[in-house]
């Protein structure tokens, strides 16, 4: 299903508007920030605070668990609910945790307040990302927002790895504290009510928003678990520590074209098989290093992880909010995206301390891309005579 199927609307889009919509792709990479910044932060809580793998897994679950249950707490509420409100409160939680954190640097307090972190980081993201998808084109704008995102993934990794611990804490809450005189652009409102023009045997269910939220936890599951470990994998297979984070870094570049490839795409082929056959390469790209972590394997793997991750999510969040323009499916896709980053490192934490190694990491994150490519598989299947 294209943009150009998106049911009309009989009266002004207001997330149209290019002060919402900026807010909205704005906000949406603040509330990202924790998760593309992961590699780097990750070593940062060991190299400055000691954390062991382990720990820094779960402290990495902590704050992605806060950011689900958040996102799931604003799906529900977001109908009946001030959006503004919703915003200012989920700043308030992650400035206050953030703040914190710079005071209270143990295992167990950290693991407490990055939840908390998190959780404010969901009310704030779906916020966000509901606006996005109420957008009238939500597969054009979640692929400029992804675009966007490319550029501060690597900008991020190029930053955070010469902050301290207190000044990557400190730049979490300047993110929030900017967007605080911008909050009242926020439409207070859902989009308008759609009219459907095509008849009903061509347009999917809803249902089917709630089976890509689905996939899209799975999905995430390998993405929680890569982004989390690749650098602690490289160092631990003897590659030197500083050269894979800036192979990590400039990778991030591929995100780009991963967009550009996604736009394109989107105008001239179907919705379903190219997202099947990115997810076909996506179960390569990780299964390879379950096999053996060579400086060329890891080249290889982390430029094709960040080429389809964003390749992937155009089709993900947009096939979303196609599916479902009530605003309360794609105010979910954070929390679905933090459900699966939170058990993806908590997993990975779990085989570490069982003794199976990154291998083991790695062979969890094919393994979850291959449940993703069965559920898409399903749903191709099940809906292609509406593609011909």
Not at 142 to 155: P, T, V, Y
């Amino acid at each position: 299903m294209s943009d150009a199927n998106v049911p009309q609307v009989t009266q002004p889009n207001p997330f149209d508007a290019k002060g919402p919509y900026m807010l909205s792709l704005f906000m949406t990479l603040v509330g990202y920030s924790v998760l593309v910044a992961l590699p780097a932060i990750n070593g940062a809580w060991v190299d400055q605070l000691g954390f062991s793998q382990v720990e820094v897994n779960r402290v990495a679950s902590a704050d992605l668990l806060g950011l689900f249950i958040g996102a799931v707490m604003t799906s529900a509420l977001i109908r009946t609910w001030d959006r503004q409100a919703l915003t200012y409160l989920g700043i308030a939680l992650a400035i206050a945790a953030n703040s914190l954190c710079t005071q209270y640097v143990d295992y167990q307090m950290t693991l407490i307040l990055r939840f908390v972190a998190g959780l404010g980081s969901g009310f704030y993201t779906a916020v966000a990302v509901a606006g996005l998808g109420a957008h009238s084109k939500p597969r054009e704008a979640f692929n400029w927002m992804l675009l966007a995102f490319a550029i501060s993934q690597f900008l991020e990794l190029q930053l955070i790895p010469h902050l301290s611990m207190n000044g990557v804490y400190l730049f979490f809450i300047a993110t929030y504290v900017v967007t605080l005189p911008f909050v009242r652009l926020i439409p207070k409102t859902s989009a308008p009510a759609p009219i459907i023009e095509a008849s009903s045997e061509k347009q999917r269910p809803p249902l089917l928003a709630w089976v890509g939220i689905g996939a899209i936890v799975i999905a995430y599951i390998n993405i929680g678990a890569y982004w989390s470990n690749i650098e602690l994998a490289a160092e631990a297979a003897g590659l030197d520590g500083d050269w894979s984070a800036q192979v990590i870094a400039w990778s991030v570049l591929l995100s780009f074209v991963g967009c550009f490839v996604a736009m394109w795409t989107l105008k001239r082929f179907d919705y379903d098989r190219p997202l099947l056959f990115t997810f076909v390469l996506m179960v390569l790209a990780a299964g390879l290093l379950a096999v053996k972590i060579t400086a060329a394997l890891f080249v290889f793997s982390v430029a094709m992880f960040n080429f389809l991750w964003i390749f992937i999510d155009v089709y993900q969040m947009g096939g979303v909010s196609v599916a479902d323009r009530t605003g309360s499916a794609a105010a979910f896709i954070p929390g679905a995206q933090g459900l699966g980053q939170t058990a993806g490192p908590f997993a990975a934490s779990v085989m570490l301390e069982l003794g199976w190694g990154f291998d083991g990491v790695f062979v969890l994150c094919a393994l979850a891309s291959a449940g993703a490519l069965a559920i898409y598989t399903l749903v191709y299947l099940r809906h292609r005579h509406q593609n011909t």
